[in-house]
């Protein structure tokens, strides 16, 4: 069974560069029929698709992101990584990395499974 | 981009209730929409994904429909494992989610 989870810093500085880990485990992430992606949840707020890469390294972003994101992935450590640059306040969030189906005839876009999520707080 | 609204923001049952959550797309999406329940402390858990199809092991309590622009998550008979908050998700252009919808326990 297919497990994510996330790593990195609880804790960046205003104006500093976040960057988190999601490592795979269970099954390969080679495949064409999934991309992997992240997304966040403000504490209390709903969720908010930051961006997404397939195995190939084809990278999607979040419009609203675009401007300070990477997402880079290594499939020989099954893993795939996202830095934000000059966070602030906003950028407070809960974390998720996600599988995402890739588009198909049938199926494309649902995020599943996610990882547990890591707590990112933005303070001095 | 797509925006999504869900209604009502917060829904109080009762166990045993039907209970019926609706999403509106700010434009047609055709059938580009998943549903997930996410539990306090959580992550999402997918329920629902094209509009109606249910996710393998998704008890037959969770029914989806719904295209274009208008669409609905009912459960049928609520146990008490399912009051958490549920999200809509459109897969139409990028991804965007709803705002939210908490079952809470009347």
């Known amino acids: 069974q297919l497990h994510l989870q996330e790593s990195g810093p609880g804790l960046v500085k205003p104006s500093e560069t976040l960057s988190l880990t999601c490592s795979v485990s269970g099954g390969s992430m080679t495949s064409s029929a999934y991309y992997w992606g992240w997304v966040r949840q403000p504490p209390g707020e709903g969720l908010e698709w930051i961006g997404r890469?397939?195995?190939?390294?084809?990278?999607s972003y979040n419009p609203s992101l675009k401007s300070r994101l990477s997402i880079s992935v290594d499939t020989s450590r099954n893993q795939f990584s996202l830095t934000l640059s000059s966070v602030t306040a906003a950028d407070t969030a809960l974390y998720y990395c996600a599988r995402l189906h890739a588009p198909g005839v049938f199926r494309g876009g649902e995020f599943d499974p996610w990882g547990q999520g890591t707590l990112v707080t933005v303070s001095s | 981009d797509i925006q999504m609204t869900q209604s009502p923001s917060t829904l109080s049952a009762s166990v045993g209730d039907r209970v019926t959550i609706t999403c509106r797309a700010s434009q047609s999406i055709d059938t580009w929409l998943a549903w997930y329940q996410q539990k306090s402390g959580k992550a999402p858990k997918l329920l629902i994904y094209?509009?109606?199809t249910l996710e393998a092991g998704v008890p037959s309590r969770f029914s989806g429909s719904g295209s274009g622009t208008d669409f609905t998550l009912t459960i049928s008979g609520l146990h008490p494992d399912d009051f958490a908050t549920y999200y809509c998700q459109q897969y139409h252009s990028y991804y965007t989610f709803g705002q939210g919808t908490k079952l809470e326990i009347k």
């Open positions: 890469i397939s195995s190939s390294g084809t990278t």
């Open positions: 094209r509009a109606s």
